[in-house]
């Protein structure tokens, strides 16, 4: 069967460490792979997209890595700060087509 | 101000009664989504649409109905035989879907059925 799997667990990491998070997945080929940042109580909100041929993606503090032959992305944040504490939420994109499938989601919480 | 409305933030509605949510766009976005969230799940795919008159089933589409008459709205009916309505919806737009896009998504509405 099909799996996006995200660690359950929260992360807790000290300000100005770099938080790293990882989506595996499972019987998908997906053509694109996104990031989506979720506050509780509200509407997730965009911050990167990776297509296939793309090893990784940069955007400010953020880094994502996409690995096609490990089934996997890594999302970094870099210098962490208590506002970056929040659910990211991979999705998987299979053909290109914008119909998305979502992740659980990975919780980040930064100590300051 | 461009964005995805929601209306209403909390909706309260006995069981049986079909319940109607609304989601308006002044992206000029051609698609548009519907998501539910359970907690400590990820976002499902209800339903979508492309194009206006023109929309397709998700991932978890019984007992939802859409429309999308104007390119602006597109509401969200959840019928009396939707068997677990109570959930957090969360509307989407993006440009298009001949690539991919980055999704907008509405505040979200919280649906709780009695």
């Known amino acids: 069967s099909q799996k996006i799997e995200q660690n359950s667990e929260a992360l807790n990491i000290q300000e100005g460490k770099t938080a790293t998070l990882t989506c595996n997945y499972t019987?998908?080929?997906?053509?694109?792979l996104q990031w989506y940042r979720q506050d509780p109580g509200r509407g997730p909100v965009f911050l990167l997209l990776?297509?296939?041929?793309?090893k990784e993606k940069r955007k400010e503090r953020l880094k994502v890595t996409f690995d096609t032959t490990l089934k996997q992305s890594l999302f970094h944040i870099t210098a962490s700060q208590p506002a970056d504490s929040a659910t990211y939420l991979c999705?998987?994109?299979?053909?290109?087509?914008?119909?998305?499938?979502f992740g659980k989601g990975n919780q980040v919480v930064v100590i300051p | 101000d461009g964005g995805i409305t929601q209306s209403p933030k909390y909706l309260f509605r006995k069981e049986g009664q079909n319940v109607t949510l609304s989601c308006e766009q002044n992206?000029?976005?051609?698609?548009m989504y519907w998501y539910r969230q359970d907690p400590g799940q990820g976002l499902r795919l209800i339903y979508y649409?492309?194009?206006?008159?023109?929309?397709q089933k998700g991932d978890i589409a019984e007992g939802y109905s859409v429309s999308r008459e104007k390119k602006e709205s597109f509401p969200l009916t959840v019928t009396s035989a939707q068997k677990n309505p109570t959930a957090f919806y969360l509307c989407?737009?993006?440009?298009?879907?001949?690539?991919?896009?980055?999704?907008?998504f509405g505040p979200g509405t919280r649906l709780t059925v009695t």
């Open positions: 989407a737009s993006s440009t298009g879907t001949r690539r991919a896009y980055e999704q907008y």
């Open positions: 019987n998908y080929s997906p053509a694109y």
């Open positions: 990776i297509r296939e041929n793309e």
């Open positions: 999705a998987l994109d299979m053909r290109g087509n914008n119909r998305l499938a």
């Open positions: 992206l000029n976005h051609d698609a």
């Open positions: 649409s492309q194009i206006v008159n023109d929309f």
